[in-house]
């Protein structure tokens, strides 16, 4: 267990919907990243928030969006979903924003578009 | 761009023998840190090993090495004792300066099966 959770583990919905995903940072990291895994795509980076900022931005498309709260939780919010928005999404986080400090996964959150 | 290849889609290995995966990645910067992360069937993603690309000294983490070449661009990760709990999708990853963040760039992976 990384101490990274992701919820919900599995989402079924339907084009043209809009999802949100939930991610809590291991106790004490600041930085959280979205990452994106499919079949044809491998793992990509989708966006990086530190303490409540972006800091980073990837493969990300305009119909997706994210942010960090006070609480240091951050959420992924992915709208007029396409079929081939279906993967695996995963957060992980660090304590530092930048390359020294190792990123730790969460479990991920299945996401089916139909 | 930084880029990372794994050259070796599948791999298989016998209990309790060694296995090498290969890793090439192309970088024009001096600074960076390597990783190996496992990917077993429960798609958890669980990181195995890292390597600063300043030491010139080889990460090990128990049954688990890396070969790194700086020069050649090269990090291999051996894997000594191979258990079946070893059975995983292997992923290299380099982590770059990007837009003042690191985002890890990821290899296309490899998967590893380990037999009785």
């Known amino acids: 267990d990384s101490g990274v959770t992701q919820t919900p583990k599995h989402l079924i919905t339907a084009t043209g919907q809009r999802v949100t995903l939930r991610c809590s940072p291991r106790?004490?990291?600041?930085?959280v990243y979205w990452y994106q895994q499919s079949l044809d795509q491998g793992l990509q980076f989708l966006i990086q928030?530190?303490?409540?900022?972006?800091?980073a931005k990837g493969n990300i498309l305009e119909r997706f969006s994210a942010q960090q709260f006070p609480d240091l939780h951050s959420e992924l919010n992915l709208s007029s979903l396409e079929l081939g928005d279906s993967a695996l999404y995963f957060c992980?986080?660090?304590?530092?924003?930048?390359?020294?400090?190792?990123?730790?996964f969460g479990p991920g959150t299945r996401l089916t578009v139909l | 761009a930084q880029t990372v290849t794994q050259s070796q889609p599948e791999m298989s290995v016998q209990e309790a023998e060694t296995v090498t995966l290969s890793c090439t990645y192309d970088t024009s910067e001096s600074n960076y840190y390597l990783f190996w992360y496992k990917q077993p069937p429960s798609r958890q993603m669980i990181l195995v090993i890292r390597?600063?690309?300043?030491?010139?000294q080889n990460a090990t983490e128990n049954r688990f090495s890396v070969n790194f070449q700086k020069a050649a661009k090269s990090f291999s990760l051996k894997i000594s004792d191979s258990q079946l709990g070893d059975t995983a999708m292997y992923f290299c990853a380099f982590n770059s300066n990007s837009n003042s963040g690191y985002a890890l760039n990821f290899g296309k992976g490899t998967s590893l099966l380990v037999t009785p």
């Open positions: 928030y530190y303490n409540g900022e972006e800091r």
């Open positions: 390597q600063e690309a300043y030491k010139q």
């Open positions: 992980a986080s660090s304590v530092e924003p930048g390359g020294t400090d190792t990123q730790y």
């Open positions: 106790s004490g990291d600041l930085s």
